[in-house]
């Protein structure tokens, strides 16, 4: 079993920044995409940012300049370094993950979601 830990959401005012961390956990032969997503209330779920194992990234023209997304393969962790945050960034967010366990079976699995919320 695949576990997808996430940490870093929290109250942040215009303008400021947090950092989101998600760590895979389990029998993880390898680990392809990740990425975060996130979704606000009464919205669709939309992408933020994803990373390949290579380090090939994309990013939402509304995070694009702000919003960095990066991984440590050794750890299993994927990182969100977001900053200049305004309030319409405000959304929980879900940590993605399409790897292969040491059975050879393919999952793409959702972290639990941390709540990101921005006020002044």
């Known amino acids: 079993q695949v576990q997808l830990v996430e940490s870093g959401g929290g109250l942040v005012q215009p303008g400021g920044s947090l950092r989101l961390s998600c760590a895979a956990s389990?029998?993880?032969?390898?680990?392809?995409?990740m990425g975060w997503y996130r979704q606000a209330p009464g919205k669709q779920r939309e992408l933020v940012a994803a990373i390949t194992s290579g380090g090939i990234t994309n990013y939402a023209g509304s995070v694009k300049g702000r919003f960095a997304i990066s991984r440590d393969n050794a750890k299993n962790t994927v990182y969100l370094q977001m900053n200049s945050l305004k309030p319409e960034d405000t959304a929980v967010y879900l940590c993605?993950?399409?790897?292969?366990?040491?059975?050879?079976?393919?999952?793409?699995?959702w972290g639990q979601g941390t709540q990101v919320t921005v006020t002044s």
């Open positions: 993605n993950a399409r790897f292969v366990t040491t059975r050879w079976e393919h999952y793409d699995s």
């Open positions: 389990g029998s993880i032969l390898t680990i392809n995409a």
